[in-house]
């Protein structure tokens, strides 16, 4: 354990998994010789692991396996809702918008690429450990857009009670409205066109309407539009 100098801050706890045994082996020794971070656990990302994590009860996990966190036990979900909140930091990943979407619809609250160095992620840790949330710079815009095209419309609140819907149809009523195809709608939202079909059907149902013009004269009927 890391000596507390007085006046000093605690060290920043974190739980390194990784799918490399050599990697876990590496990473935890350089990220123990950071200033400020304190390794409290190495696992590979397998059964169980979500109980060590808790167990070793850090501020931060570390994971270079986007997949991994969203298999099985669904890491992202059991964190975020753990008491403690722990945080999340993708390391060791592409420049990739969907798979950076994908990390930060799940709860991530770093993102950092393969090219980042141990000085760098040890910021990124004590940053996400602080509330803050890290991405890089070549990514801020494909965040921006999908913020803005997840907020195209927001219907009132009586609206929603009404018809029932979800605020991710909410969202679709719009685009459906446009004209735009299922593969549109999910190029546009960062979704497959399967997650697209499924979205409007329930969709259709909840309207009664058994195609997308009806649907839509439904909405529009019910105040959708000024």
């Not at 010789?33 to 979500?50: F, K, P």
């Not at 592409?94 to 393969?114: I, S």
């Not at 760098?120 to 990514?139: D, F, N, W």
């Not at 719009?174 to 399967?194: A, D, W």
Request: overall charge neutral; hydrophobic content about 45%; proline content about 3%.
């Amino acid at each position: 354990m890391l000596a507390e100098t007085k006046g000093e801050q605690p060290p920043t706890s974190i739980f390194l998994l990784a799918e490399n045994r050599l990697l876990r082996e590496i990473f935890s020794r350089l990220a123990a010789m950071q200033r400020g971070i304190q390794v409290v656990g190495v696992a590979a990302i397998c059964s169980g692991v979500a109980l060590k994590i808790v167990a070793a009860a850090p501020e931060v996990v570390l994971c270079d396996s986007l997949s991994g966190m969203l298999s099985g036990e669904d890491l992202f979900s059991y964190l975020k809702h753990h008491p403690r909140n722990i945080k999340v930091v993708m390391f060791g990943m592409d420049e990739d918008p969907e798979n950076f979407l994908t990390a930060v619809r799940h709860g991530a609250a770093g993102y950092l690429l393969k090219d980042a160095s141990a000085a760098e992620i040890a910021s990124a840790i004590r940053a996400v450990a602080k509330g803050e949330s890290i991405c890089p710079t070549g990514l801020i815009r494909c965040l921006f857009e999908y913020i803005v095209n997840s907020g195209l419309w927001h219907p009132g609140v009586q609206v929603r009670t009404n018809l029932g819907l979800t605020r991710r149809e909410q969202q679709l009523v719009q685009l459906v409205s446009e004209g735009l195809t299922n593969k549109e709608i999910g190029e546009r939202l960062f979704l497959s066109e399967q997650t697209i079909k499924n979205h409007l059907r329930h969709m259709l149902r909840k309207a009664g309407a058994t195609n997308r013009l009806e649907a839509v004269e439904h909405w529009r009927a019910q105040g959708f539009w000024t």
